[in-house]
């Protein structure tokens, strides 16, 4: 029991200091002439209470800790996403506002909301740096996506084209002066008293935070190319994760919260001090596909102002990895013959997700390496080799960037490479890298979830490219024949097919080389230090053949 004493104690301490928060946080907010908007706390004032929960198993599922290590909470320190809203401004000045309010939308959401309801736009530059924040707002940008925001969201247009591209409806409703925080679980009135003291939030139980609806309010985005002047000339569907789940063998079978916030086994209290058991409490570690960045933030967390501790980003990065590897894909080798002084090798690649692998945002691409070896372990054929600086052998668009390697079903030379990728091209039909160029794709055989209705997909979530006439690439897999000259070679022969994964993808990172501000260049350098880890295997294959 005394072991537990002094953390009661600093719980309940940390109580009284939070419990003025809301009174600091108004008046932060009269000085800046919002005080009639909705109230955002940062994060660090829910971690009084929604740290230090321990399963009965022993695990520890800290929401705060958790979450501080997250992709969302470091939203706003993502130094690629920094760059590329440089980029965008440097091609289209013109827009500078435009970009900028479009781009806190989801990466600075609680700024963005309080500055639109000011009557001015979204900011990202005035913002920086993240780590040394100067007023209230600057501390609700450095917070990312943090945890007033998600838990205000109402359900308010779920499901439509309206609540996309960031256009989650913020409550704005009172019960005296305390605004609603919406959570899943039912709370008594005690509890009740105690949160609205220390916050200034009355929770609410509410079914709609547990909708796949809620997290596309963000992870939906529809793009405006911009011509001369600013002029919007198209829309394209830059991600479309939620559109993509609908037409999957998933829908009303898992949300999105099922696989990125996995529930506990066991019932578990959310809050530190006066918490009860709860059943399927989910983890706030939002799991996904961007180990990489994890691992940048981690390693240049300094220059960058994550507050995360190395350890926490080191454990979710190594976590998500093994989430990848575990519940992304599988390969096999289904056939694998030698005749007349070929191999005939035939691969399988199936998609293990709710959406499309990868989904998301452009610059991610799965491929696949395969790699035959004779009798003697020599090299006889290999496709698709990752090289230090990231760059993949092989493929056009890494060599060039006007090209971009096509879909194949068939792959017969060293110098061809299956490729799961998107790829937008401009009003000239250039293939390009800038989110607000694009105007269409000319490439999409991203791998198709299970239950996708290829033919009937709207031009959304379509298959662009080969892959839309390849009749084995369907719902759930590929297929992709290979057709390997042995050109004397002796067996057996040994087999190697993997499918590699990079979030971000060499083109994207080199595109932003010409750029000149800080940081553009900054990501570049960060790029090239950490190119030789910046792909993961997600699954692998091997075979003999006599």
Not at 81 to 101: C, N
Not at 190 to 217: D, K, L, V
Not at 313 to 325: K, N, P, Q, S, Y
Not at 538 to 546: I, Q
């Amino acid at each position: 029991m005394r072991a537990h004493v002094p953390r009661v104690f600093a719980t309940f301490a940390a109580l009284l200091v939070l419990a003025v928060a809301p009174r600091a946080a108004r008046l932060a907010l009269d000085a800046a002439g919002l005080a009639d908007r909705p109230v955002f706390l940062t994060g660090h004032q829910c971690m009084a209470c929604h740290n230090q929960l321990v399963t009965p198993a022993g695990e520890d599922i800290s929401i705060g800790a958790a979450w501080r290590a997250s992709i969302m909470a470091n939203a706003s320190r993502d130094p690629y996403w920094q760059a590329g809203v440089r980029r965008e401004v440097m091609d289209h000045p013109e827009s500078t506002e435009l970009i900028q309010d479009e781009c806190s939308r989801c990466h600075m959401p609680m700024s963005n909301e309080l500055e639109r309801r000011r009557g001015g736009h979204g900011r990202v530059f005035d913002h920086f740096p993240v780590s040394r924040p100067e007023t209230h707002l600057d501390s609700l940008a450095a917070d990312g996506v943090s945890c007033s925001l998600c838990h205000q969201i109402t359900p308010e247009n779920f499901g439509t084209p309206e609540s996309f591209t960031g256009g989650f409806v913020v409550d704005t409703a009172r019960a005296g002066e305390h605004g609603r925080i919406f959570g899943p679980f039912e709370v008594d009135t005690g509890r009740i008293t105690i949160m609205r003291s220390a916050t200034g939030f009355r929770p609410t139980e509410a079914a709609h935070i547990q909708m796949s609806e809620h997290c596309a309010t963000c992870h939906v985005l529809y793009t405006t190319a911009l011509g001369p002047g600013g002029e919007i000339i198209a829309h394209l569907p830059e991600q479309t994760p939620y559109q993509e789940w609908l037409n999957s063998a998933y829908r009303g079978v898992r949300t999105c919260q099922d696989c990125h916030m996995p529930p506990v086994a066991d019932s578990t209290a959310i809050t530190a001090v006066l918490g009860q058991p709860r059943p399927d409490v989910s983890r706030h570690t939002f799991v996904g596909g961007n180990f990489f960045m994890l691992r940048m933030l981690n390693r240049y967390r300094d220059e960058l102002g994550v507050e995360a501790l190395p350890q926490e980003l080191d454990a979710l990065a190594r976590g998500t990895e093994t989430f990848l590897r575990t519940q992304s894909a599988r390969v096999a080798v289904e056939r694998a013959d030698v005749a007349g002084g070929w191999l005939d090798v035939v691969v399988a690649v199936e998609n293990l997700t709710g959406h499309k692998l990868p989904t998301a945002y452009p610059s991610r691409r799965a491929w696949l390496h395969l790699t035959v070896y004779d009798r003697d372990d020599n090299r006889v054929f290999e496709s698709g080799a990752l090289r230090p600086d990231g760059s993949i052998v092989g493929n056009a668009n890494d060599d060039d960037p006007a090209l971009y390697e096509p879909h194949h079903d068939v792959i017969d030379s060293a110098d061809q490479v299956q490729i799961y990728e998107s790829i937008m091209v401009d009003t000239a039909g250039a293939v390009t890298t800038g989110l607000l160029r694009g105007v269409r794709y000319i490439k999409d055989n991203r791998l198709l979830p299970h239950g996708f209705d290829k033919a009937g997909a709207h031009e959304d979530i379509a298959v662009y490219g080969g892959a839309a006439n390849d009749e084995d690439f369907r719902a759930g897999s590929d297929r992709v024949r290979y057709r390997v000259s042995l050109a004397g070679a002796q067996g057996p022969f040994r087999v190697e097919a993997k499918l590699w994964y990079q979030p971000i993808s060499f083109r994207w990172a080199d595109n932003l080389r010409p750029y000149e501000a800080f940081e553009t260049q900054r990501f570049v350098r960060y790029y090239e230090s950490m190119a030789d880890v910046s792909a993961i295997v997600l699954a692998e294959a091997s075979t003999l053949v006599r």
